[in-house]
């Protein structure tokens, strides 16, 4: 048994993700290549939407994979290739994106918004009319109903 474990855990040290980067996409040098790989890492796969186009085997990763190293090799930076991917599909194309003043606004609105719905709610809970009695009706109302329906009998008895 102990072996066993020992073997499965030799197994699991020696098992590592498996990207979908083919050797056919990589650059020679090495530099280049991890850069790519870096800038990728960050990079939403649009078909996949939750995997980066490094990890993503969808035919458009593989398309700005290959365009993410074609603008290293063209001399862009980092910033710049991510920018140009940015221009060009949006934002939603980084899987973390940036913070700018609507992504402030989208990260406030939600807490704000309950926040004032819960006011909304106290308030209108404290502005209710406290019920004195089970039915809910006061004394001076059941004194006042008790005197109209008492007032109905003797009108309905004398008619």
Same mark, same amino acid.
């Given at each position: 048994? =102990?072996?066993?474990? #020992? ?14 980067? #083919? ?9 280049? $290549?991890?850069?790519? /790989? ?18 993503? +085997?969808?035919? &458009?990763?593989r ?6 190293? $074609? ?8 910033? !710049?290739? +991510?920018?140009?991917?940015?221009? /060009?599909?949006?934002?939603?194309? &980084? ?8 992504t ?26 406290? /019920?004195?009695?089970e039915?809910?009706? #006061?004394?001076? !109302? =059941?004194?006042?109903?008790? +005197? &109209?329906?008492?007032?109905? $009998? ?6």
């Amino acid at each position: 048994m =102990k072996r066993f474990f #020992s073997l499965l855990a030799l197994l699991f040290c020696l098992v590592t993700p498996v990207l979908a980067v #083919s050797p056919d996409e990589m650059l020679a040098d090495p530099g280049l $290549e991890q850069r790519a /790989r870096d800038i990728s890492a960050g990079l939403r796969c649009l078909v996949c939407q939750n995997q980066s186009i490094d990890d993503s +085997e969808a035919d &458009l990763a593989r398309d700005l994979r290959i365009l993410v190293r $074609e603008r290293l090799v063209a001399g862009d930076s980092n910033a !710049e290739v +991510e920018q140009y991917l940015v221009d /060009r599909y949006g934002e939603y194309v &980084l899987l973390r994106p940036r913070l700018n003043y609507h992504t402030v606004i989208l990260w406030i609105a939600a807490p704000t918004l309950l926040a004032v719905g819960l006011f909304g709610l106290f308030w209108a809970i404290r502005r209710a009319p406290a /019920r004195t009695s089970e039915d809910g009706l #006061s004394d001076d !109302e =059941k004194r006042v109903l008790a +005197e &109209l329906s008492g007032a109905g $009998e003797d009108e309905t008895r004398n008619g």
